[in-house]
């Protein structure tokens, strides 16, 4: 009995594979920018809701202290020597003094921070889940630490200058409350401390906001990392995302988007009330 001649399968042509190829390469092309666009997405709403939670603690802390917000830093004791004034409000600063401890190996207790006993899962709200930790990047701590800034005027570093003093949530009039900013998304551009360096500007954590107008050598440090916005809680406890003061990135490393909100727009020193 005679088989049957075997079925020859037909081959891919060149052509036919290169035509598949470059459908396949289109259809990549729509689809990667959009899963990138909805990470984006995903990231601010994420962000948006730390800061919300953040917003809370913060009304707790201050219901608990008279409606005054707490110092950036702070003595841990009176005679604490300089550069041993380790009491952030983002935590408490462990082991040798931060002057002679490298950058990135210095610790935080987080347990000490001033939000720590108002928020169940404090560990994860406090970092910004768009905040690039890859790249033109410097660590200041051991590990992630903190990705937002509380607003200077509000909350003036003691350490510093003993003569300032905190501010009270009553100063901030009713009509100015949307307007006031409490919290921003932060970051610096780091050019002093090793590895940085002015010809090697990175990227850090940072943990204030200040007015566009700042002196002293200071910074801009809002962060708008959110497709070229920054999230900002304001004093009556919303949450926005806003734009860049025009022509504010800092030109160390502009393509951090790291730069000033529009002192026209938002406020941050609390004005008296009429």
């Known amino acids: 009995m005679k088989r049957p001649a075997p079925t020859r399968r037909r081959a891919f042509t060149l052509t036919e594979l290169l035509i598949v ?19 984006a997405v995903a ?3 994420a962000c948006a809701s730390n ?9 707790l802390y201050l219901k608990d202290n008279d409606g005054f917000f707490f110092p950036i830093r702070d003595r841990d004791d009176p005679d604490t020597p300089e550069d041993e004034a380790k009491l952030w ?24 921070a001033k939000l720590y006993p108002y928020i169940d899962n404090y560990e994860g709200i406090e970092i910004c889940p768009g905040f690039n930790y890859y790249g033109s990047f410097k660590a200041k701590f051991r590990g992630k630490w ?3 800034g509380i607003n200077k005027v509000l909350s003036p570093d003691l350490y510093v200058n003993r003569s300032q ?17 409490v919290m921003a998304d932060a970051a610096q551009v780091n050019t002093f401390q090793a590895p ?61 988007r790291i730069g000033c909100l529009d002192g026209n727009e938002v406020l941050f ?3 008296r009330s009429r």
Not at 101 to 110: A, N, Y
Request: with cysteine.
């Open 146 to 148: 903190w990705t937002y």
């Open 196 to 256: 940085a360096s002015p010809t090697n500007p990175l990227l850090e954590e940072w943990h204030y906001v200040q007015p566009p107008d700042s002196k002293f050598r200071d910074y801009p440090h809002v962060h708008f990392r959110h497709r070229g916005l920054a999230n900002v809680l304001f004093a009556d406890w919303h949450v926005e995302a806003c734009p860049p003061k025009e022509g504010s990135y800092d030109r160390r490393l502009p393509s951090a």
């Open 269 to 271: 020193r609390p004005r």
């Open 21 to 39: 190829i470059t459908i396949l390469g289109m259809l990549a092309a729509l689809l990667v920018p959009a899963v990138f666009d909805a990470l």
């Open 43 to 45: 990231q601010e709403t």
């Open 51 to 59: 800061l919300r939670q953040l917003g809370l603690a913060v009304q």
């Open 165 to 181: 003093r905190c501010r009270n949530i009553i100063e901030i009039p009713g009509r100015d409350a949307s307007r006031t900013v």
């Open 89 to 112: 409000y983002f935590g408490y600063e462990t082991g040798t003094s931060w002057s002679k401890t490298p950058e990135g190996k210095r610790i935080l207790d987080k347990s000490r």
